[in-house]
């Protein structure tokens, strides 16, 4: 058996990922910003999935699913003798969360995703029986129930051996929430409509200024700061007033200069404005090479040794030769060239990095995740 690890920051078998930006064109502001009090609620909630063909939980080891079974049952007019534990194989405890959609009525339907929480192996052809759906102030605000929908598959032996594709122990229902409560507020009735931005830039918001006062009047819309602008509304057509300004269209700022780094899977990506000064960078390898094998113990003859495998380890090492190459760059282009033209590695592009931004060439935020 042989093994082969270089010693670098992460994986050599990382995927380099360089996306190069072009300029910014223009956006919609419904794509940039959204109105201050419209948005979504997390609702969630608790349930039994029941219909399995034999792949429930294991009520030994899940006692809440009896337990919930029996405040069912009870509920329903069928009340178990004392002591009674049913030992049921098709159905199983599951938690359910939605998001419901702002200024949804009731009458409604939205979305659930259903998840198993005891140790049921899947959840295909199951029914999720009536459950109340919970915002964050306890109150319920939908009713959820329905077939599931299922796109995990999964399979085992009698011997133990299991294969699983995706995940079975999890699915949705579309359209499987009817929605029993409104929720209260949205977008403010005064006389001022704000808008958040989604990423924080001066740059967007002054020109979001300039587009609202330039189509609608000057002096009705103002930045407070870097996120939040505040318009003067109309008073007759609230409505056709947002239509109207969610469609104009600006050029956002550009971004700020940034390296991401994925540590873990070795994934690069460089912002459009990333820029390297020169500099002059030599970066080698060291490869560890391990070979394993067995040898055979035999004891000598009348012996009272007995045979035995005794594992052997053979290690190499050794170190590929430097190049240094100069690395001058105030274009994206250039640098991804400068890059392929030397063949680097994941590892050793995410080392050459972080010795660039501590020498100060790199021109730009290098943040690793």
Same mark, same amino acid.
């Given at each position: 058996m042989r093994a082969s690890t270089r010693l670098r920051s992460i994986a050599v078998t990382a995927v380099l990922a360089l996306f190069i930006a072009g300029p910014a064109s223009a956006e919609r502001i419904k794509d940039l910003a959204q109105v201050a009090g419209v948005r979504g609620n997390a609702l969630v909630g608790y349930g039994l999935v029941v219909g399995l063909d034999g792949s429930g939980d294991r009520t030994s080891q899940t006692q809440f699913t009896v337990q919930s079974l029996k405040t069912m049952l009870d509920q329903l007019g069928v009340t178990l003798p004392p002591g =009674? $534990? @049913?030992q049921l194989k098709n159905v199983a405890a599951v938690a359910i969360h939605a998001e419901l959609p702002p200024y949804a009525k009731p009458g409604q339907s939205i979305d659930v995703t259903v998840s198993s929480i005891g140790n049921a192996g899947s959840l295909r052809g199951g029914s999720l029986l009536m459950a109340p759906l919970k915002g964050a102030d %306890? /109150?319920?605000?939908?009713?959820? /129930?329905? #077939?599931?929908?299922? #796109? %995990?598959? %999964?399979? #085992? *032996?009698?011997? %133990? +051996?299991?294969? +699983? =594709? $995706?995940?079975?122990n999890g699915g949705r229902i579309p359209n499987g929430a009817t929605v029993e409560r409104a929720v209260a507020g949205g977008a403010s009735a005064s006389d001022t409509i704000t808008l958040n931005l989604h990423e924080f830039d001066f740059t967007t918001a002054s020109r979001i200024v300039t587009a609202v006062n330039n189509a609608f009047g000057p002096g009705l819309a103002r930045a407070v700061d870097g996120v939040t602008i505040e318009i003067a509304a109309p008073g007759n057509d609230r409505i056709g007033f947002l239509a109207q300004l969610e469609a104009l269209d600006i050029s956002p700022g550009a971004s700020a200069a940034k390296v991401i780094v994925n540590a873990r899977t070795g994934t690069v990506v460089m912002g459009g404005h =990333? #820029?390297?000064? @020169?500099?002059?960078? +030599?970066? *080698? +390898?060291?490869?560890v090479s391990i070979m394993e094998s067995a040898q055979i113990s035999q004891p000598a003859p009348f012996g009272n040794g007995v045979t035995a495998v005794v594992p052997q380890s053979t290690i190499e090492i050794s170190e590929e030769g430097n190049r240094m190459f100069l690395l001058e760059g105030k274009s994206l282009q250039a640098i991804v060239n400068a890059v392929n033209a030397v063949g680097a590695a994941p590892g050793d592009i995410v080392a050459i990095l972080e010795a660039l931004k501590r020498v100060g060439a790199l021109r730009a935020e290098l943040e690793v995740i």
């Open positions: =009674v $534990n @049913p %306890g /109150q319920v605000y939908a009713i959820a /129930q329905g #077939s599931l929908m299922v #796109s %995990g598959f %999964g399979a #085992s *032996g009698r011997d %133990g +051996s299991r294969i +699983s =594709v $995706n995940a079975p =990333v #820029s390297v000064a @020169p500099a002059a960078v +030599s970066h *080698g +390898s060291l490869t």
